[in-house]
Structures are given as structure tokens and as C-alpha cells.
């Protein structure tokens, strides 16, 4: 008992001394999706759609930083499909979505060159700029189905097209490079934008169309904005 005891103490102790090395936040905004490559269907129009994500990082020093980041975002395209009915005549163009991922949850570790700036008169960080890379996985939930549309109630049922295609579920790595500023209201609190381009190599067990679209890769870019928390300091 007395072990376990002074080994809580101690790492309380390590903790404590080290804690105001870390910085924890949480942001949101939109990403953008590129054309996914390798698959049949891609898409020929961009969609914004949300983004999310929380880091915790730790200060080497006041240049270097390293750290981890959950991320969470919506991969979706759309496109324009001409129409035409049974004697040749236009129908117009319809829009199709394609929904390449519900959900692309991604893990990383990241690693950041960071750029301080103090203010006159005070001993911490005022604002930084930071440029680093990361590299993790990406888990994709999806659940394959297609929505079938008219181009109005009118029309005949042999005029139904798919106005919405969805990937399936899948797996794949990333790597990607951010850049960011924060600014501190105080040697605690502060603001943060940040711009993380990303590419994914996924592998899904879609097997429709011969497994055309099991295999893709793609840019996705999250552009963020949050807050920041410093631990530890005074």
C-alpha cells in the first residue's frame, strides 16, 4: 500500500511540474472534399460540410510541440446527371449526392514548429504561429444505400434515377500537415484558427460494381476555429 501510495505521489508530483507544458482545445468548423481517386464514382462538384476536432498537445520548448488529435468529418460530393426519356428528349439535369463518408473519424500524432510572441512586460507566450505534419488513421462509417428520385411525381416510374449514392464502411491511414495561430487572452485561455489539409488512403468492402469503389484516396482540408487551455499555469 505504501508503494502504490508514494508512486501516485510521485507521479502527481511529475504532473504537476510538467503540466503547464500542455495545451488542450477544441474547434469546428467546415472541410472540403476532394475527388476521391480510384473509385468509379467521384463526383464533380465540392459540398462543405463540418468539422471537428480536439488536441492535446505538449510544449517541448517554446519552438516545438508534439501531440495527438481526434478528428471527426463528413466526406460528400455532388454531381449533375443528364436525363433523357424513352424517345431521346431531355430531361434536364438532375442532381446526385454522393455520400463517400457519414462519418471519417481520425486519430493522429502530430509534431509543430512553433513561432512565439511575447508581448513587453510578461512571461508567457502572448500569440504563436505553428507549422508541423501529422500522420494517423481514419475509420469511416457508412452504410452503402442508394435514394432513388423522380424528376417529378409525374413522371413515369422507368424515369427513376439514383439521387443518392453511398460508400460503404471502411478503414485507411492519413497523412497531412497543419498550420495555425493562437492568441491568448491570458497565460491561460486563448483562440485558435486552424488549417490541416489531410490525404487518405481508405479500403472499404463495398463489392458492388465489381468492387469499383472498394478503394479510394482523397485530400480533405478542415479549416477550424476554438479555443485553447494552457494547464498549469499561473
Known amino acids: 500500500m505504501k508503494k502504490i501510495l508514494l508512486s501516485f505521489s510521485l507521479l502527481t508530483m511529475v504532473f504537476t511540474v510538467s503540466a503547464q507544458k500542455f495545451e488542450v482545445g477544441l474547434n469546428a468548423g467546415v472541410s472540403t472534399t476532394s475527388k476521391p481517386h480510384k473509385s468509379?464514382?467521384?463526383g464533380g462538384d465540392n459540398v462543405y460540410n463540418y468539422a471537428t476536432n480536439f488536441k492535446v498537445q505538449y510544449n517541448i520548448n517554446e519552438r516545438w510541440q508534439i501531440g495527438g488529435e481526434l478528428g471527426l468529418t463528413k466526406w460528400?460530393?455532388?454531381d449533375q446527371w443528364a436525363l433523357d426519356n424513352t424517345n431521346n428528349q431531355s430531361l434536364g439535369k438532375q442532381e446526385v449526392?454522393?455520400?463517400i463518408a457519414q462519418s471519417a473519424t481520425s486519430f493522429s500524432l502530430q509534431a509543430?514548429?512553433?513561432i512565439p510572441f511575447y508581448e513587453r512586460y510578461e512571461d508567457f507566450v502572448r500569440s504563436a504561429i505553428y507549422l508541423g505534419?501529422?500522420?494517423?488513421?481514419v475509420i469511416v462509417g457508412n452504410d452503402g444505400k442508394v435514394n432513388y428520385s423522380r424528376v417529378n411525381p409525374n413522371t413515369p416510374a422507368e424515369y427513376t434515377y439514383a439521387s443518392q449514392y453511398n460508400f460503404e464502411s471502411g478503414f485507411g491511414m492519413l497523412l497531412g500537415f497543419q498550420i495555425g495561430y493562437?492568441?491568448?487572452?491570458?497565460?491561460?485561455?486563448?483562440?485558435?484558427?486552424?488549417?490541416a489539409p489531410k490525404a487518405a488512403w481508405v479500403h472499404t468492402n463495398d463489392v458492388r460494381q465489381g468492387g469499383a469503389?472498394?478503394?479510394?484516396?482523397l485530400w480533405y482540408i478542415p479549416t477550424t476555429i476554438g479555443i485553447r487551455y494552457r494547464l498549469g499555469f499561473e
Open 40 to 42: 468509379l464514382y467521384k
Open 112 to 114: 509543430n514548429h512553433v
Open 182 to 195: 493562437s492568441y491568448y487572452f491570458n497565460s491561460r485561455l486563448g483562440i485558435n484558427l486552424d488549417i
Open 97 to 99: 449526392k454522393l455520400l
Open 76 to 78: 460528400q460530393r455532388k
Open 133 to 137: 505534419v501529422s500522420a494517423g488513421a
Open 213 to 217: 469503389n472498394n478503394y479510394y484516396n
